[in-house]
């Protein structure tokens, strides 16, 4: 792992020094979606920096340039093979910071729905590609999970050393007793995926704290483009009325390439046992993790798969304020509630049913 993922190379962005960018990163997060869905980037160049940063690229490493113009060259032969999709010869050539550079550009439009168009590609294939990877990975999840722990504890606790505003943190692995209960507490628990294995929970000083947290947490540690849209959701604050009430991030709001008059989106429910009084922004991301003398950890020919050095691990994130935080823990809203009502669902499920558990508590 990369020592220096541990050091606040990047500046914390207060909300009146928001750019675009962190506004679409904050939408993203809070109201969920995809970034297959945008039409552009809108990032500077010191931002395309911090972002291939944040997805722990080195672009001087030749190992890791090596993997980004593989899976380019992927991403070009796909989009020629199955859409007829031509890529100019500049875009083909392009390296990540200019295909990123392009698809922000205000200039030829065409450039930049193509430079577009491929990072999707990209960004799909790389994902697919590390997945596979991960198959013949001679680590274990639990030596990754110790790996993302150690960078994300030492991110957090520098932040608070420097007195950003985080006020409490705490989570890591979730114990197999606890996953074996809210398995059983879904409809369908066979088919039930877990993407709280890894789970972290951010408490900030004050409501305006958290968009600059989540800001900076996704420029240092998890990127915005591998957060799952249909994981996050926002119970904290509506994201189009905040940003109203803020001079700055009302200026940005308008320059979003999404409809203004939309509705906010129907956020979806975070746990069929939570109370509806809980709020909290929630997300899940891939997290990038750089593996050090990684052609050693596969298990391959050298071909299948191809060694790569950066692989990921889900990660769960929940932020909210201390004022929240502490209306939570009070009354039908705790955790201490929250587990009862889980726990007594499943006890029922377990020893009569659902048909039996519902008729007892209607008769």
Same mark, same amino acid.
């Given at each position: 792992?990369?020592?220096?993922?541990?050091?606040?190379?990047?500046?914390?962005?207060?909300?009146?020094?928001?750019?675009?960018?962190?506004?679409?990163?904050?939408?993203?997060?809070?109201?969920?979606?995809?970034?297959?869905?945008?039409?552009?980037?809108?990032?500077?160049?010191?931002?395309?920096?911090?972002?291939?940063?944040?997805?722990?690229?080195?672009?001087?490493?030749?190992?890791?340039?090596?993997?980004?113009?593989?899976?380019?060259?992927?991403?070009?032969?796909?989009?020629?093979?199955?859409?007829?999709?031509?890529?100019?010869?500049?875009?083909?050539?392009?390296?990540?910071?200019?295909? $990123?550079?392009?698809?922000? /550009?205000?200039?030829?439009? *065409?450039? #930049? =729905?193509? +430079?577009? @168009?491929?990072?999707?590609?990209?960004?799909?294939?790389?994902?697919?590609?590390?997945?596979?990877?991960?198959?013949?990975?001679?680590?274990?999840?639990?030596?990754?999970?110790?790996?993302?722990?150690?960078?994300?504890?030492?991110?957090?606790?520098?932040?608070?050393?420097?007195?950003?505003?985080?006020?409490?943190?705490?989570?890591?692995?979730?114990?197999?007793?606890?996953?074996?209960?809210?398995?059983?507490?879904?409809?369908?628990?066979?088919?039930?995926?877990?993407?709280?294995?890894?789970?972290?929970?951010?408490?900030?000083?004050?409501?305006?704290?958290?968009?600059?947290?989540?800001?900076?947490?996704?420029?240092?540690?998890?990127?915005?483009?591998?957060?799952?849209?249909?994981?996050?959701?926002?119970? $904290?604050?509506?994201?189009? /009325?905040?940003?109203?009430? *803020?001079? #700055? =991030?009302? +200026?940005? @709001?308008?320059?979003?390439?999404?409809?203004?008059?939309?509705?906010?989106?129907?956020?979806?429910?975070?746990?069929?046992?939570?109370?509806?009084?809980?709020?909290?922004?929630?997300?899940?991301?891939?997290?990038?993790?750089?593996?050090?003398?990684?052609?050693?950890?596969?298990?391959?020919?050298?071909?299948?798969?191809?060694?790569?050095?950066?692989?990921?691990?889900?990660?769960?994130?929940?932020?909210?304020?201390?004022?929240?935080?502490?209306?939570?823990?009070?009354?039908?809203?705790?955790?201490?509630?929250?587990?009862?009502?889980?726990?007594?669902?499943?006890?029922?499920?377990?020893?009569?049913?659902?048909?039996?558990?519902?008729?007892?508590?209607?008769?």
């Amino acid at each position: 792992m990369d020592p220096n993922r541990s050091k606040l190379r990047e500046p914390y962005r207060s909300l009146d020094s928001f750019t675009l960018s962190d506004v679409e990163t904050a939408c993203l997060i809070l109201r969920g979606g995809s970034v297959l869905d945008w039409s552009r980037l809108n990032l500077t160049p010191p931002e395309i920096e911090t972002l291939c940063a944040a997805h722990c690229l080195d672009l001087d490493d030749p190992d890791d340039a090596a993997l980004v113009h593989r899976i380019r060259d992927e991403a070009i032969a796909y989009l020629g093979e199955q859409f007829d999709f031509p890529i100019p010869g500049p875009i083909r050539r392009a390296t990540l910071p200019e295909l $990123l550079a392009m698809s922000s /550009a205000s200039g030829s439009r *065409h450039r #930049r =729905l193509c +430079a577009c @168009t491929l990072l999707k590609a990209m960004h799909v294939i790389n994902h697919f590609d590390a997945s596979e990877a991960r198959q013949s990975l001679k680590l274990t999840e639990h030596e990754l999970f110790e790996l993302a722990e150690d960078a994300i504890y030492r991110t957090i606790s520098r932040m608070m050393a420097e007195r950003l505003p985080v006020v409490e943190f705490w989570g890591g692995r979730k114990q197999r007793s606890s996953m074996v209960t809210k398995l059983l507490s879904k409809e369908d628990p066979l088919s039930a995926q877990l993407f709280d294995k890894m789970r972290f929970r951010v408490v900030t000083a004050t409501k305006d704290d958290v968009m600059p947290t989540i800001n900076f947490l996704s420029r240092t540690l998890f990127p915005f483009n591998y957060v799952l849209s249909s994981e996050s959701y926002n119970t $904290l604050f509506p994201f189009q /009325a905040f940003c109203a009430e *803020h001079p #700055r =991030l009302a +200026a940005l @709001t308008g320059q979003l390439d999404l409809d203004p008059a939309a509705a906010e989106p129907v956020q979806p429910a975070s746990n069929a046992h939570s109370s509806p009084r809980y709020r909290v922004v929630h997300w899940v991301v891939d997290m990038p993790l750089k593996l050090d003398d990684y052609r050693s950890k596969f298990d391959t020919d050298g071909i299948n798969p191809v060694p790569r050095p950066i692989v990921y691990v889900r990660v769960e994130l929940q932020i909210l304020d201390r004022r929240t935080h502490r209306v939570n823990e009070r009354g039908h809203a705790s955790h201490r509630q929250y587990k009862a009502r889980q726990r007594g669902f499943v006890s029922d499920r377990l020893h009569v049913g659902l048909s039996g558990a519902e008729g007892e508590e209607t008769s």
